[in-house]
């Protein structure tokens, strides 16, 4: 299992994630869910000793901050990418990762096949499409069956193929009742294939902790309001919204408010009353949530 | 302890294939490897291939020039590149050490660089035995020895430069400029400070040694000459004031330039992000 207690990660002046306590038993699929900065992928470099913190995380009840060596031992971790050498060849990496993590591979089939990737072992690097490499990624991380598994947004460099191949995979191995999984999704069909559990994240904060269904409910129900907003009105414009009740912030040139069904002009009609213009706006589905609010 | 031994084992094997499969390495080999031939037939006139003691002569310019650049370059990549990859955090996310990682990158490094140079080394050797010139074989030894000293410093020069640099063009740029500085730069820093500050005797020879590349020709030449009377008042205020401590001073400076720069580069890689 995994218990992050008070996990926070400073960046200079900049709070990356704040406070964060989250325990996941064997058995639990939990997503984090975010927006871009809200601390899903620091939280999860946390947990595999990328990065120094503030807190406790335990890994199988093994201290990750004094003992992190013993503690990633327990962790199969299936990064964004992969970025071996080219020439690696997909059987010499599977042997060294294994030697790495103490295991011996007696039957490199075996454990090609439970990734799709069954005669794959002497393709090189540069020879695999994104989606062979996350498999690649994701059996090299079930070497020697760790009970908890980090995957730090896997599909996020694939297409819809790699992706549902990808997810397939995960959506059987998320469901061993013996081993805890902690990923990061953008996606809310990911998340619903995979997780039990969803963390809500903003601004490196806990917002919400959902079962899935809850949160499948609350993103159907909810869209996101992307307004454009003359820059130097933006910070009262936000200001304003938050006084009613809305979590609004910046994105890039504009403004993102997520809002429920039958509040969708609030903001707007807000902004029009207290003299501040929309320019324009835009409305995102569910699904889009995750990688813009 | 037994994991660590064993991680860092299992690192650097990995990391010497690939370092004697990249293209520096085979560049490197072959340069020095051709060099090392055409000086060791220059250094003997045109009556053919000469013997070790000249050879070892004639090679000292060129390990001073090339050697440390081999060791900078290939030390600047190491961590650099791996980190622009991902593949740094990638490897530390596995039941690794940082330290361990950085030891065994080193040694597979210093495994390799010990080659090229042995590979152009023993080429030349076989050359000029070929030729029957076998006196001062054991000279020529100690140079091999003191080559391969001076590349693993500049080697751990190198990697503390890699751990410093986010990218790796970056890192290969630093290593080009350090390497420019103690080529030339202390040579003729040394010669101008003793010219217009009139430096003494003895804090020209002290400057000259905190050079590895000083160190390493000083030691050399006088593996070649048994003195240093050829680098004038400095060399033999050297041999006056040391005499036969002067061998075990080098070594040590040269000791020192292999540890110091990868102590810091562990201090400062075990804080660092590797992202």
């Known amino acids: 299992m ?11 002046k900049i709070s990356a994630v704040d406070d964060v306590s989250i325990t996941i038993k064997p058995g639990q699929a939990v997503a984090l869910w975010g927006a871009n900065g809200a601390g899903k992928t620091t939280i999860i470099r946390c947990v595999t000793g990328l990065y120094r913190y503030k807190g406790t995380i335990h890994v199988n009840g093994i201290d990750a901050t004094r003992h992190g060596k013993a503690a990633r031992h327990a962790i199969g971790y299936v990064p964004q990418e992969l970025g071996f050498n080219d020439d690696l060849r997909v059987g010499a990496a599977i042997r060294f990762f294994a030697s790495l993590r103490g295991s011996k591979i007696d039957d490199l ?15 090189r690097m540069r020879e695999l499409s994104g989606g062979m490499k996350q498999r690649l990624a994701l059996a090299i991380a079930l070497i020697g069956d760790p009970p908890v598994l980090v995957l730090d947004e896997v599909t996020a460099s694939l297409d819809a193929v790699g992706r549902g191949e990808l997810v397939t995979l995960l959506s059987s191995i998320a469901r061993d009742e013996n081993r805890c999984v902690l990923f990061a999704s953008h996606r809310v069909d990911e998340i619903e294939a995979l997780a039990n559990r969803v963390v809500m994240l903003e601004r490196g904060k806990i917002v919400e902790d959902l079962t899935v269904r809850d949160f499948a409910s609350k993103v159907a129900d909810t869209s996101l309001l992307r307004l454009t907003i003359e820059a130097r009105y933006r910070l009262d414009a936000i200001a304003l919204l938050q006084k009613i009740g809305f979590t609004a912030h910046l994105n890039g040139r504009g403004i993102l408010v ?11 009609q807000c902004l029009a009353e207290n003299s501040i213009a929309v320019h324009d706006f ?11 609010s | 302890m037994n994991s660590m031994i064993r991680n860092i084992v299992i690192l650097s094997r990995r990391d010497f294939k690939e370092a004697v499969l990249s293209r520096w390495f085979i560049l490197y080999t072959i340069a020095f490897t051709a060099l090392g031939l055409c000086v060791s037939y220059i250094s003997a006139g045109a009556a ?16 001073l020039l090339i050697v440390p650049l081999m060791g900078l370059t290939a030390g600047a990549g190491s961590i650099a590149s791996d980190r622009e ?11 690794i050490g940082r330290l361990e ?12 660089l010990s080659m090229s140079v042995a590979i152009g080394f023993g080429l030349s050797a076989l050359a000029m035995a070929m030729n029957q010139s076998h006196n001062d074989a054991a000279g020529y030894l100690i140079l091999v020895g003191l080559t391969i000293a001076l590349a693993l410093s500049m080697l751990s020069v190198g990697m503390l430069i890699s751990v410093l640099c986010r990218r790796t063009a970056v890192a290969t740029g630093v290593a080009v400029f350090v390497w420019l500085a103690l080529v030339f730069a202390t040579d003729l820093g040394l010669m101008a400070g003793t010219m217009t500050m009139s430096i003494s005797i003895e804090s020209l020879f002290t400057c000259a040694i905190l050079s590895p590349l000083q160190v390493f020709k000083m030691a050399s030449l006088q593996l070649v000459d048994a003195s240093l009377d050829v680098l004038g008042p400095a060399g033999l205020y050297a041999q006056m004031e040391y005499g036969k401590s002067l061998p075990a001073i080098f070594a040590g400076i040269l000791l020192a330039w292999m540890v110091l720069p990868m102590v810091a580069a562990s201090l400062i890689f075990k804080r660092r992000s590797p992202l």
């Open chain 1, 109 to 123: 089939d075996r454990v090609l096949g439970r990734v799709n990737l069954l005669g794959q072992h002497a393709k």
């Open chain 1, 2 to 12: 995994i218990s992050i207690q008070h996990l926070t990660k400073r960046f200079g």
């Open chain 2, 101 to 112: 990682l950085l030891i065994g990158r080193y040694a597979a490094l210093a495994g390799a």
């Open chain 1, 282 to 292: 835009d409305l995102l589905s569910a699904s889009d949530q995750g990688s813009h």
């Open chain 2, 85 to 95: 990859r991902g593949s740094l955090a990638y490897l530390l996310a596995q039941p």
């Open chain 2, 48 to 63: 053919g291939l000469g013997g070790f003691g000249r050879t070892s002569a004639g090679l000292i310019n060129l390990v």
């Open chain 1, 258 to 268: 997520p809002v429920a069904a039958g509040q969708r002009m609030r903001p707007i």
